[in-house]
C-alpha cells in the first residue's frame, strides 16, 4: 500500500463527528497501511483534556475494530491534544510549536491537512489565523476539510467562500459531501459510462424520466435546533440530491480526470432551469410530519428544539428541468424526508415505453417501461426491468427484474465514506469533493425556491410519521402522467 505523510489537525476534536466518523475512518485507512509511522494528529477544542485523556477517547471510538493492543498503542501514539480557543490569536502561536514539533518526529514533510469540524461561523477567523500564524507551510501540501452546511443560500456561501480564500487556494479546499464517498454514489459513473449499452441510450430519445429518492426512516432526532433552521431543501436537496442528479445529468467527462469530471458536474448544474415563483409552485412541492398514534412517532412539531408552530418542512418532492439537447422534454423528480416509511436511497432511469405489439386489438396498450434502478443504500446495486413472457400458454408480457444487490451492512466491504474521502484528500485528488462552482450554482437553484415558499404559509401537518410522504409529490408526477416507481 502507498503510504501517506501528513499531519492531521482537527477543528472540534471532543465533537461527535471526530468520534464517530474520523477516527474510525484513520483507523481504517493505518489498519490498511495508508497511514503508518509518518502521520500524526493534532485534536484541538476548548476543553482542557491532556494527551492521554484524548487518546483514551480515540481508543473508544474504535473499539468496535478489536484492534489488538499493539496496534492501538501504536496507532494512538500519533495523537496529541492541544487545547484551543480559535478566538486567541495566542492559543495559534501553541499549535504552531506543536505542529512544528511533531512534524520534525515524524518526518512529515510540512505536508498539512486541516479539517474543520465546528461550526461554520468560525472558518474565515480560523483559517486567517492558520496562514497568518505560519501554521500554513511553505515546503509541503496544505489543505482545508470544511463540512457543510456551506452557507445558508448563495450571498452567505460567497462571503464564507471569501473569507476561506484569503488563506486557501480553491484547489486546496475540499469540501465535504458524504454521499460523493457513498460506494454506489461513484458508481454512477462506473454504470453509466461503462457500459455502451447504456451510454448509448443515456439521453432524451429513449430516457422518459429520472427519479431520485434519497427517503429516511428516522426523524430529527436531536438536532432539532439545527435542523428547523435549515428544513429538507438546504439539509438535503442543496448538496447531497444535486450532487447525484448533476453526476447523472452530465455530459460524458473528456477524460475521468478532477478537473474534467467537475467542469461536467457543473455545466449540468448550469443547465438546471432556475425556476420563477409560478414554476416553484407548479413543479416543487413540500411537507412536515405528523405524529403517528399506532407507533407513538412524534409529529416534528413535538420534537425538542423545535417550534411549536415551525413551518420547516420535513419533506421536499420537485421536479427539475434541464435545458439542453440531452435532457430537453426529460423530467428529473427529486424528493427527499424524514420519517419516512424505510431508509432507501435509490434512483431509477424510467426509459421511454412502445406500444405492446403482442396486444390484441381490444386490449392495445404500451409496453411496460424498462427501468435501470441503481440501489444507492441500504441495499447497494442495480437492477434492470425488461419484459418477457409471462410462464403459460399464452403470450402475455410481463415485467422481470434482473438484479444484482446486496446489503453493504451484510457484507461490510463497503469502506466507508469518510474513510474514503480522506484518503482522497492525503492524494489530492478533488474529484468527489464539491467546487465552489457546484455549491454557488447549487444554491441559486434552491434559494428561488426557499424564497417563494417563505412568502407563503404552507399546510403543515400533512403526512403522518412512517407513511410514504404528502399526497402532494404524487400530484405532482400525475400531472406528468408519471408514478414513483
Ligand atoms: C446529512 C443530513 O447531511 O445527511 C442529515 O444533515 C441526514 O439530516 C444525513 O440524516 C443522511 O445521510 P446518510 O448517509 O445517512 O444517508
Redesign the pocket.
Known amino acids: 500500500t502507498d503510504e501517506q505523510t501528513a499531519l492531521f489537525t482537527i477543528f472540534g476534536a471532543t465533537g461527535d463527528l471526530a468520534q464517530r466518523k474520523l477516527y474510525p475512518s484513520l483507523f481504517r485507512l493505518f489498519r490498511k497501511g495508508f497511514l503508518n509511522d509518518s502521520f500524526a494528529v493534532i485534536g484541538t477544542a476548548r476543553r482542557d483534556w491532556s494527551n492521554d485523556v484524548y487518546r483514551n477517547a480515540v481508543s473508544e471510538s474504535i473499539q468496535s475494530f478489536q484492534p489488538t493492543s499493539t496496534e492501538l498503542a501504536e496507532f494512538i501514539s500519533h495523537f496529541y491534544y492541544q487545547a484551543h480557543d480559535v478566538n486567541n490569536s495566542e492559543d495559534y502561536s501553541l499549535l504552531q510549536t506543536l505542529a512544528d514539533t511533531l512534524d520534525n518526529k515524524y518526518n512529515l514533510k510540512s505536508n498539512r491537512i486541516f479539517y474543520l469540524a465546528m461550526a461554520p461561523h468560525f472558518f474565515g477567523t480560523i483559517t486567517q489565523q492558520l496562514k497568518e500564524q505560519g501554521i500554513t507551510t511553505k515546503d509541503g501540501f496544505n489543505r482545508l476539510i470544511i463540512e457543510?452546511p456551506f452557507g445558508s443560500d448563495y450571498q452567505t456561501a460567497l462571503s464564507l467562500n471569501n473569507e476561506i480564500n484569503a488563506a486557501f487556494e480553491e484547489d486546496q479546499i475540499f469540501r465535504i459531501d458524504?454521499y460523493l464517498g457513498k460506494e454506489m454514489i461513484q458508481n454512477i459513473s462506473a454504470i453509466r459510462f461503462g457500459n455502451p449499452l447504456f451510454t448509448s441510450i443515456w439521453n432524451n430519445t429513449y430516457i422518459d424520466n429520472v427519479q431520485v429518492t434519497l427517503a429516511?426512516e428516522l426523524g430529527v432526532e436531536d438536532r432539532g435546533g439545527y435542523y428547523d433552521t435549515s428544513g429538507a431543501l438546504k439539509?438535503?436537496i442543496q448538496n447531497?440530491t444535486l450532487q447525484v442528479v448533476s453526476l447523472l445529468a452530465m455530459e460524458p467527462p473528456k477524460t475521468f480526470t478532477e478537473r474534467d469530471i467537475r467542469s461536467a458536474k457543473i455545466a449540468a448544474l448550469n443547465d438546471i432551469k432556475l425556476y420563477s415563483a409560478e414554476e416553484v409552485a407548479e413543479n416543487f412541492v413540500r411537507g412536515q410530519y405528523d405524529a403517528n398514534p399506532n407507533t407513538g412517532q412524534l409529529a416534528y412539531r413535538q420534537e425538542p428544539n423545535v417550534a411549536p408552530e415551525s413551518q420547516t418542512e420535513t419533506y421536499v418532492a420537485g421536479k427539475l428541468t434541464i435545458e439542453n439537447q440531452r435532457w430537453q422534454g426529460v423530467p428529473f423528480f427529486i424528493r427527499s424526508g424524514k420519517r419516512l416509511s424505510k431508509k432507501e436511497?435509490i434512483i431509477h432511469i424510467v426509459f421511454k415505453s412502445d406500444l405492446n405489439p403482442f396486444a390484441t386489438k381490444e386490449a392495445a396498450g404500451l409496453l411496460p417501461n424498462n427501468i435501470l434502478t441503481i440501489y444507492i443504500?441500504p441495499t447497494e446495486g442495480f437492477s434492470l426491468t425488461l419484459n418477457g413472457k409471462e410462464i403459460g400458454d399464452n403470450f402475455k408480457i410481463e415485467p422481470l427484474k434482473l438484479a444484482f444487490e446486496h446489503s453493504s451492512e451484510a457484507l461490510d466491504n463497503s469502506p466507508e465514506a469518510y474513510e474514503k474521502l480522506l484518503l482522497d484528500c492525503l492524494k489530492g485528488d478533488g474529484t468527489n469533493f464539491t467546487h465552489w462552482d457546484e455549491v454557488a450554482q447549487s444554491w441559486r437553484i434552491v434559494d428561488v425556491i426557499r424564497q417563494t415558499w417563505d412568502k407563503q404559509t404552507p399546510d403543515f401537518p400533512n403526512y403522518i410519521s412512517g407513511s410514504n410522504g404528502p399526497k402532494c409529490a404524487d400530484d405532482l408526477l400525475a400531472k406528468d402522467h408519471a408514478i414513483w416507481i
Open positions: 457543510k458524504h429516511e439539509d438535503m447531497h436511497t443504500q
